[in-house]
């Protein structure tokens, strides 16, 4: 008899039975509010009818078509859809399964477009748990531990965490440029260093939105010595934060954007996407893996960004996200556990420390167990896992937003 292997570590006792919107409706009769989306993930919500239908659809065609020999409608849909979501410039487009693969190929574009070996990636990040993805992760030592020797050429630069040292913003971009710009002059020069690789806002790092001006000094440097800017907006992109894109908050021209989560609701599908001159210096054969594409997932992303353009769905996750924040500062207010209120649109963090900024796991462990009980799904999140993150549906509305704050009121 086989039984699921241990590292499973499940954060609630939940076993699904069915979900549709942002319900999860549970083999024990209970309906719980999911303000997890499986990690940011299921985007139109579960079970979005259009995503459904059109998923259905595309089993009956042709479920798996592997890209090296044939193409797919889905496919090319895609990309004309991407096309008009994407940064100006960014007009070619190669596909993977998971966000961890659409990070490796990315680097590997990195490299080949520069020649040069190093990545430099920034404290707090995550990235994914392949090997080369792992290496650029610094969001918890469980991410990384234990399998070295990890991928080489990675340096880690420091991010502006000004909550942690406690300075304003623009004090923590200051030092965490002046830091970079030291170590291009001493460790990894700009003739070593391919490409720089950056969520806009750090998501298991503990929902930390990066600075504008942070980002902006990265394009600046990046500009200055030939180095690749990637934007990982594997959790933060396709509207989750009230923009289509989380870098579009800081007005900054990525090289290379690569998505994944929410773009299909739920069916895995990730996207890499770089100016055509810059995805031509890979070749064929170099990227990609048997799954990448695959036309179901394809025709649920297809219908996925359809139903957040007719459902505006960009400008709800602003609206809700304004309102979920509105609660949780008011929380943060009545509630000493809480340190800080943090995050963009619907992708909100709650930091549980003491006063001296100490992190409090348990207090966040806590509470997360205590909300199972009200029948509210969450998540915790960053090194000390002392975050507990918020991350509804794009079309959650404004009743579940406010049943979900009350929820969190009772488990605190
Ligand atoms: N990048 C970011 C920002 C992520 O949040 C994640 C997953 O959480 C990944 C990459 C890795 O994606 P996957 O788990 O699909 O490999």
């Avoid at 520069?114 to 792992?134: K, L």
């Avoid at 773009?263 to 170099?286: E, N, R, V, Y």
Wanted: charged share 20%.
């Amino acid at each position: 008899m086989a039984t699921l292997s241990p590292i499973l570590k499940q954060a609630t006792p939940v076993v699904v039975d069915h979900a549709l919107g942002s319900w999860i409706h549970a083999t024990d009769g209970k309906k719980y509010l999911d303000f997890t989306t499986g990690i940011g993930v299921t985007s139109t919500g579960h079970c979005h009818p259009d995503v459904v239908a059109a998923a259905r659809e595309q089993v009956g065609k042709i479920v798996h078509a592997q890209y090296t020999t044939v193409l797919h409608r889905p496919l090319l849909e895609l990309t004309g859809l991407l096309g008009e979501v994407l940064p100006e410039g960014l007009d070619s487009v190669f596909y993977a399964t998971s966000g961890s693969e659409a990070v490796e190929a990315s680097i590997r574009l990195a490299r080949m477009a520069t020649g040069r070996p190093n990545i430099i990636s920034f404290q707090g990040g995550f990235h994914g748990r392949t090997v080369a993805a792992a290496s650029l992760t610094t969001a918890g030592t469980r991410f990384r531990s234990g399998f070295s020797p990890l991928m080489s050429g990675v340096h880690v630069a420091p991010f502006p965490h000004w909550y942690r040292y406690g300075w304003d913003e623009a004090t923590a971009v200051e030092f965490a440029l002046k830091e970079l710009d030291h170590l291009l002059l001493t460790v990894s020069t700009p003739d070593d260093t391919a490409g720089f690789i950056i969520e806009p806002v750090l998501g298991d790092g503990g929902y930390i939105p990066t600075p504008a001006a942070f980002l902006q000094g990265l394009r600046e440097r990046a500009d200055r010595h030939g180095i690749v800017l990637i934007i990982d907006e594997v959790q933060a992109g396709v509207g989750r934060t009230g923009k289509f894109w989380g870098h579009d908050w800081a007005g900054v021209r990525p090289d290379v954007v690569i998505t994944a989560k929410g773009l299909a609701s739920g069916f895995p599908i990730s996207a890499i996407a770089a100016p055509a001159d810059l995805m031509g210096k890979a070749w064929p054969g170099s990227q990609g893996g048997t799954y990448g594409g695959n036309a179901v997932a394809a025709a649920a992303a297809v219908a996925t960004l359809g139903v957040i353009e007719r459902e505006n769905l960009v400008e709800n996750a602003l609206l809700r996200g304004a309102e979920l924040r509105a609660g949780l500062d008011a929380l943060q207010a009545e509630f000493t556990d809480i340190g800080n209120v943090r995050g963009r649109g619907l992708m909100q963090g709650v930091e549980f420390s003491a006063a001296d900024k100490t992190p409090d796991p348990e207090t966040a462990l806590a509470v997360q167990q205590a909300a199972i009980k009200e029948e509210l799904l969450l998540l915790t999140c960053g090194p000390h896992g002392n975050v507990i993150r918020l991350i509804p549906a794009l079309n959650v509305s404004s009743d579940e937003i406010q049943a979900g704050l009350s929820k969190f009121t009772q488990a605190l």
